[in-house]
């Protein structure tokens, strides 16, 4: 199963994903890896490993809609059975979409359709919730919409800051991202609900 990853940070999740590649544990290559910025560590961590990476830079264009079509022609080269937004912060237009119809891949860190956008950490927190998590889903137009893949749920302790909170989701997050990215390798096209893990409870 080819992938092409999509970065804006340090691409942490990505980097579990690789070791699990390179562990033998995932049947999946890494075709590509882009960003939407330069100097970001994914991209750094994805030349490291020896994959091929790209920056479609958002500042460069004069246009969202030249950003846009700048970056669906760039994933489409490498002709991906899926794409994976990992930590990639900018929503995509229509048209991306629409060319890898439930195939583009997103992770966030908190339990959708609770707590969307860039600070779901810090709004569960700020809420007062027990618990909270990350989601894999199969991202639409919207933001942090689209169908559910699977969840994993995460306590919230009474001493927890925004900074611990979010350390314990993202090691939850990788774990699910690898899981999701090995089943749908494994039953290329399906929608791979209902499942459970050891340390959480997918949807």
Not at 83 to 94: L, T
Not at 148 to 154: P, S
Not at 172 to 186: F, G, K, M, N, P
Request: proline content about 5%.
């Amino acid at each position: 199963m080819r992938i092409v990853v999509l970065v804006s940070g340090t691409g942490s999740n990505l980097q579990a994903v690789i070791d699990a590649i390179g562990a033998g544990r995932l049947p999946v290559e890494i075709a590509a890896v882009g960003a939407d910025r330069p100097g970001t560590l994914g991209v750094e961590r994805s030349a490291a490993a020896g994959l091929e990476t790209f920056v479609i830079d958002f500042k460069t264009f004069s246009t969202r809609g030249e950003w846009d079509a700048a970056l669906l022609a760039a994933v489409a080269r490498y002709a991906p059975d899926y794409v994976v937004s990992s930590g990639f912060m900018r929503i995509v237009a229509a048209d991306f979409i629409d060319a890898f119809p439930g195939r583009y891949v997103n992770t966030h860190p908190a339990l959708l359709p609770a707590f969307p956008g860039a600070h779901g950490v810090r709004d569960a927190l700020a809420y007062g919730v027990k618990v909270t998590g990350c989601t894999v889903h199969f991202a639409d137009a919207g933001v942090d919409t689209g169908p559910i893949i699977a969840q994993t749920a995460v306590a919230v302790l009474p001493e927890d800051t925004e900074e611990s909170l979010h350390e314990r989701i993202k090691l939850a997050e990788r774990s699910l991202l690898i899981r999701v990215l090995a089943d749908l390798a494994a039953a290329p096209g399906l929608w791979c609900g209902n499942k459970q893990d050891d340390g959480g409870n997918h949807q």
